[in-house]
């Protein structure tokens, strides 16, 4: 996985044989723009809550509420991106150079020994590099979907591994369609979205009419005619929703 992060493989109809054949392929299937994912350790930084604000207040977006409220989003997500990739995105550049400067601090106190606002200036940079750990401690567990980090010692390379593996394990290479691999973006997308759809669409046609002496003397005309009613919108959220 680490010399071909992108590779997969499948195994083959056996056939006569006792193994099954397994095909690994390696290229690179742009499925388009990634899905954005909140990053728990945001919240952790002095600047996030400005970030967001000054981006939702931002001018420019004009049109029905729906319509508004869509773009904002938008526009915070590639905000949220840009900033996340100069804050989060160097961290382990920043614990290296709080480390540096942390150990230049030492030595002159060791020899010369800290003024009042030196000593101030080493403590700052030792809560911030504290600080720059436990981002990349929730960074890594929350990528891994793991509690080892919550019960147990911090391994950087167990993490790594764990991110690696669920990538691998959820990537969504292809499709058998037909007795046909189809590995086509817009083919997989396209046959994904009619499988849906026709789980949750309803046909249309003649609902069960129970008789009038059937029901009539356990059941309401309201709750008999309710039987017989198209399911709406907000029954099959709810119905759905509170699946495990």
């Known amino acids: 996985m680490e010399i071909w992060p992108h590779s997969f493989a499948r195994g083959l109809p056996r ?39 000054e ?17 904002k989003l938008k ?35 060791d020899t010369l020994g800290l003024e009042e606002s030196e000593s101030i200036k080493r403590n700052a940079a030792a809560a911030n590099l504290l ?29 790594h591994r764990m991110i690696k593996g669920r990538r691998a394990k959820n990537s969504l290479s292809g499709l058998l369609l037909n007795d046909r691999w189809v590995d ?9 979205r009619e499988h849906f759809e026709g789980q949750f669409k309803q046909r249309r046609g003649f609902r069960l009419s129970l008789p ?4 009539q003397k356990k059941l309401s005309r309201e709750s008999r005619e309710s039987l017989e009613h198209l399911f709406t919108e907000e029954e099959v959220k709810a119905a759905i929703w509170n699946c495990e």
């Open 212 to 215: 009038e002496d059937f029901v």
């Open 75 to 109: 526009r915070l997500k590639t905000d949220l991106k840009c900033w996340n990739r100069n804050c989060f995105g160097l961290i382990e550049e920043n614990i290296a150079k709080l480390r540096t400067e942390i150990e230049e601090w030492d030595v002159v106190d």
């Open 131 to 159: 600080l720059q750990f436990k981002n990349r401690d929730s960074l890594l567990s929350q990528k891994a979907r793991d509690r080892w980090l919550a019960d147990g010692d911090v391994n950087s390379s167990y993490f």
């Open 15 to 53: 056939t006569v044989s006792d193994h099954c054949p397994i095909l690994m392929e390696t290229k690179f299937v742009d499925w388009g723009p990634k899905p954005f994912r909140f990053i728990n350790a945001w919240t952790s930084h002095p600047d996030f809550a400005r970030i967001v604000s």
């Open 184 to 192: 086509e973006p817009s083919q997989v997308k396209k046959a994904v």
């Open 55 to 71: 981006s939702w207040n931002k001018e420019g977006i004009s049109g029905w509420s729906s319509y508004v409220y869509k773009e």
